[in-house]
């Protein structure tokens, strides 16, 4: 079954409700300790005690939400299920429902939920969302086998289908951007593309609300006779009207303009020639007890994913600079390639290709929650020795984990 995922989404402590809400924000955007499905009913929230936002929670297994609770699901959703054995229906999104009949054509037959050959000719197999279905080593019959928790099925075209790891949490969402929303797609094979808020609205957290209106400063502390920090009367940066909605948790810059809730992630690289632009699970770490930084980026590069991550090792946390194989240090640079042949459970040993050469640069190194920035390229050589990929304008914009 597709694994669950319990997220809380929370908007920072330090705000409060505002007492205008005049600028086409709101002071709350629900009722305390109310329910209501979100995200398609794919999500169960419940509103904060402040009523400022929401907390989420997904149902358990084979349940969905509806009317503010979880209620059984009646077929596994988004998968297929066979109708008799010449024809298949799909079950929706939430698994409510089972759709139209579709007829298999001649020759072959419905067999968990897909329509194979029959007989089977070992070594065929097929997906359907997360079952892997193979015919047997003796063309004895089609075996449906349920990939683990966190997988779904994955077949490059030519290839034997096969489990792979989920690159996001399905129907889970992220925010692109202050004013839209991505989803994960029901098996977790990538995130959707983006869907925009409706007008007047914000995403926070991948959900989209009303504005919330910025909290008013704290009146200045006058004691003592100094007057050097009072406000003048009339002052615009006192009256709690001028506030402007708040797109986002953060402090105001000197301008009185709040910091964008999420910046999107970004990453692209020229590969032969090729321009690919990556725009699934981007990601930016640095592992501690190894003095390592990790960058990866994901991308479908027609039926095969695509997955690069440029290391850099040992470096100090923090710290920036230019590094080059060219001119060796004790610091040493690794950019590696799976170009979706590899096996996705193989760890390290699932990347064909890695740097001979390479030119890394790290522009910015934040501490966790910031951002890690910089710029990358080199020749990757595959592991036997048959291709090289020549790696150009490669660059990363990427939250950093942890």
Same mark, same amino acid.
């Given at each position: 079954?597709?694994?669950?995922?319990?997220?809380?989404?929370?908007?920072?402590?330090?705000?409060?409700?505002?007492?205008?809400?005049?600028?086409?924000?709101?002071?709350?955007?629900?009722?305390?300790?109310?329910?209501?499905?979100?995200?398609?009913?794919?999500?169960?929230?419940?509103?904060?005690?402040?009523?400022?936002?929401?907390?989420?929670?997904?149902?358990?297994?084979?349940?969905?939400?509806?009317?503010?609770?979880?209620?059984?699901?009646?077929?596994?959703?988004?998968?297929?299920?066979?109708?008799?054995?010449?024809?298949? =229906?799909? /079950?929706? !999104?939430? #698994?409510?429902?089972?759709? &139209?009949?579709? $007829? +298999?054509?001649? @020759?072959? %037959? *419905?067999?968990?939920?897909?329509?194979?050959?029959?007989?089977?000719?070992?070594?065929?197999?097929?997906?359907?969302?997360?079952?892997?279905?193979?015919?047997?080593?003796?063309?004895?019959?089609?075996?449906?086998?349920?990939?683990?928790?966190?997988?779904?099925?994955?077949?490059?075209?030519?290839?034997?289908?096969?489990?792979?790891?989920?690159?996001?949490?399905?129907?889970?969402?992220?925010?692109?951007?202050?004013?839209?929303? =991505?989803? /994960?797609? !029901?098996? #977790?094979?990538?995130?959707? &593309?983006?869907? $925009? +808020?409706?007008? @007047?609205? %914000? *995403?926070?957290?991948?959900?989209?609300?009303?504005?919330?209106?910025?909290?008013?400063?704290?009146?200045?502390?006058?004691?003592?006779?100094?007057?050097?920090?009072?406000?003048?009367?009339?002052?615009?940066?006192?009256?709690?009207?001028?506030?402007?909605?708040?797109?986002?948790?953060?402090?105001?810059?000197?301008?009185?303009?709040?910091?964008?809730?999420?910046?999107?992630?970004?990453?692209?690289?020229?590969?032969?020639?090729? =321009?690919?632009?990556?725009?699934?699970?981007?990601?930016?770490?640095?592992?501690?007890?190894?003095?390592?930084?990790?960058?990866?980026?994901?991308?479908?590069?027609?039926?095969?994913?695509?997955?690069?991550?440029?290391?850099?090792?040992?470096?100090?946390?923090?710290?920036?600079?230019?590094?080059?194989?060219?001119?060796?240090?004790?610091?040493?640079?690794?950019?590696?390639?799976?170009?979706?042949?590899?096996?996705?459970?193989?760890?390290?040993?699932?990347?064909?290709?890695?740097?001979?050469?390479?030119?890394?640069?790290?522009?910015?190194?934040?501490?966790?929650?910031?951002?890690?920035?910089?710029?990358?390229?080199?020749?990757?050589?595959?592991?036997?020795?048959?291709?090289?990929?020549?790696?150009?304008?490669?660059?990363?914009?990427?939250?950093?984990?942890?």
């Amino acid at each position: 079954m597709i694994p669950r995922l319990v997220v809380v989404a929370l908007l920072a402590t330090a705000l409060a409700a505002c007492s205008g809400g005049g600028n086409g924000c709101v002071d709350t955007v629900c009722t305390p300790g109310a329910k209501a499905c979100q995200a398609d009913g794919h999500l169960l929230g419940t509103c904060a005690a402040d009523g400022r936002t929401w907390e989420l929670a997904s149902c358990p297994d084979t349940t969905y939400c509806s009317a503010g609770q979880c209620v059984p699901t009646l077929c596994a959703p988004a998968q297929r299920v066979c109708y008799d054995p010449k024809a298949w =229906q799909q /079950c929706d !999104a939430l #698994g409510t429902s089972l759709g &139209a009949q579709t $007829a +298999c054509a001649d @020759g072959t %037959a *419905c067999r968990h939920g897909v329509c194979l050959d029959e007989p089977c000719l070992a070594g065929q197999s097929a997906c359907n969302g997360t079952t892997v279905i193979s015919c047997g080593v003796s063309g004895e019959g089609w075996v449906a086998t349920e990939c683990p928790a966190g997988q779904h099925c994955f077949q490059p075209e030519g290839q034997a289908a096969a489990c792979q790891a989920d690159l996001c949490v399905p129907y889970s969402r992220q925010c692109a951007g202050t004013e839209g929303y =991505q989803a /994960c797609a !029901a098996d #977790g094979s990538g995130w959707e &593309a983006g869907v $925009a +808020c409706k007008g @007047g609205q %914000a *995403c926070h957290n991948g959900i989209c609300t009303d504005k919330l209106c910025a909290l008013p400063q704290p009146e200045p502390d006058t004691a003592g006779g100094d007057t050097a920090g009072d406000v003048p009367a009339g002052d615009a940066t006192a009256d709690a009207d001028a506030l402007t909605p708040l797109d986002v948790p953060g402090q105001a810059d000197e301008a009185g303009e709040l910091p964008p809730l999420d910046v999107p992630d970004s990453g692209s690289a020229v590969l032969n020639g090729n =321009q690919v632009t990556f725009s699934l699970s981007l990601s930016g770490k640095y592992v501690a007890n190894e003095k390592r930084v990790i960058v990866s980026m994901n991308e479908l590069v027609g039926t095969l994913m695509y997955q690069l991550e440029v290391h850099v090792i040992p470096v100090e946390e923090f710290t920036v600079g230019e590094w080059t194989s060219a001119d060796p240090s004790e610091v040493a640079c690794e950019i590696r390639l799976n170009d979706g042949t590899g096996d996705p459970g193989a760890g390290a040993d699932s990347f064909k290709y890695s740097a001979a050469d390479y030119q890394v640069t790290l522009d910015q190194f934040d501490a966790t929650g910031g951002r890690l920035k910089g710029t990358f390229s080199g020749t990757l050589k595959a592991k036997d020795g048959s291709t090289d990929i020549v790696v150009t304008n490669g660059n990363f914009d990427v939250k950093r984990k942890n």
